[in-house]
């Protein structure tokens, strides 16, 4: 389960990993298979359930395409414009 705190990174990063997944015109049962994870498993990342660990997020790059960079580069962006809401 993922902590409070870090529900909205685990929501923001499950979305993008999802709009990846869509891009390339792919099933969750599908894209699971290609990073070895199970869909059940994969499916709770992209409802933000579950946080990837760095090795996951390594082979989503390394199998798919997906950059890293670019997930967290969103992922800041998004952080910014809710901060700057904020304030």
Known sequence: MVKKENKPFAKTLGELLKRG???RGMTQ?????IIHMSEEGYGMIE???RIP???TLSSI???TGISIDRIFQEIDNIEKEKKLKED
């Not at 049962?29 to 298979?33: K, L, Q, T, V």
Request: proline share 0%; aromatic share 18%.
């Open 53 to 55: 660990s760095a090795l």
């Open 21 to 23: 997944r869509y891009e």
């Open 61 to 63: 790059h390394n199998k």
């Open 29 to 33: 049962a599908e894209f699971a298979w």
């Open 47 to 49: 409802r933000g359930k």
